[in-house]
């Protein structure tokens, strides 16, 4: 089991930035794919972007591009989002996600091919 916590969410103004963490544990394989997903109100949950821990290749939704910075620290078992030029359709539970499937060489952002999910944290644009 790979327990996934999130931290760094809050309240911002419309054009503000916020940093969020992903803290995996040190046993989650070296190979694997690490992503972001929110989900707002009323709406179904969606991919905003991914990294590809073998390598550091990066994905991610046309929403987000040139907004959001994904990166990974593996030193410290840890992906971080950056996400600048906020807008209030940023709103949203965000939840780190991981694809741990031992064949997995790339990423998508398809909910369905993450097998652990953090809890979420909270990021209100106004």
């Known amino acids: 089991h790979v327990q996934l916590v999130e931290s760094g969410g809050g309240s911002v103004q419309a054009g503000g930035s916020l940093r969020l963490s992903c803290a995996a544990p040190?046993?989650?394989?070296?190979?694997?794919?690490v992503g972001w997903f929110r989900q707002a109100p009323g709406k179904e949950r969606e991919g905003v972007t991914a990294v590809y821990t073998g390598g550091g290749i990066t994905y991610y939704a046309d929403s987000v591009k040139g907004r959001f910075t994904i990166s990974q620290d593996n030193a410290k078992n840890m992906v971080t989002l950056q996400m600048n030029s906020l807008k209030p359709e940023d709103t949203a539970m965000y939840y780190c996600?991981?694809?741990?499937?031992?064949?997995?060489?790339?990423?998508?952002?398809?909910?369905?091919?993450?097998?652990?999910w953090g809890r979420g944290t909270q990021v209100t644009v106004s």
């Open positions: 040190v046993y989650m394989p070296s190979r694997a794919c």
């Open positions: 996600a991981a694809d741990t499937r031992w064949f997995v060489n790339s990423c998508s952002l398809v909910n369905d091919e993450y097998n652990f």
